[in-house]
Structure formats: structure tokens, C-alpha cells
């Protein structure tokens, strides 16, 4: 079975305590939350970083995506709190 590339950035990396990682590609029509209730169901910092998506943003192949935008042939998705300006 194919893999994705999930990335993590700022505190979702923190929380979680990994950069990145390998997973199996999900069932056809998935989209990014169901990957991240997927992810978040693991527990510990993964139920802490991806527990509420509301608090997520999401990129699939470098490109800004809404988390109900169907994952398809992605090969990252990267995950990661609102950017914010200064």
C-alpha cells in the first residue's frame, strides 16, 4: 500500500514529538480530518495536538487546504497551527 508523508510543525510538533512520519494511505474519498481523527485516536500527544481541528491548518503538497478537502493522490500533508502576523 502506498504511504503519505504527514508533517508537523510549531507546538503540533512539540505535542506530538516527531517532525514527521510515514502512514499508510487512507481508504479513497478521505480527507485531511479524517486523517487527523485518525492520528488524534493514537492518544497522548497526538490527542493533545489533534484533538480539537478547529485549532489546525493544513497543507497538502505544499498548498493551502481546507481540512475537509479530500486527500486523493497528496503525497505530504502537513499540519499546523493558523498563521499569524506581526
Given amino acids: 500500500m502506498a504511504t ?8 503540533v ?3 506530538i514529538g516527531r517532525d514527521e512520519e510515514q502512514v499508510e494511505r487512507a481508504q479513497a474519498g478521505a480527507t485531511v480530518a479524517d486523517l487527523v481523527a485518525m492520528l488524534a485516536a ?3 500527544g497526538y490527542a493533545q495536538a ?12 505544499q498548498r493551502f487546504a481546507p481540512l475537509e478537502t479530500p486527500i486523493g493522490d497528496a503525497r505530504e500533508i ?3 497551527p493558523p498563521v499569524t502576523g506581526g
Fill in 42 to 44: 493514537r492518544g497522548g
Fill in 50 to 61: 489533534l484533538g480539537d481541528p478547529a485549532r489546525l491548518r493544513a497543507a497538502i503538497d
Fill in 78 to 80: 502537513a499540519l499546523f
Fill in 13 to 15: 510538533r512539540e505535542a
Fill in 4 to 11: 503519505l508523508t504527514i508533517v508537523y510543525f510549531a507546538w
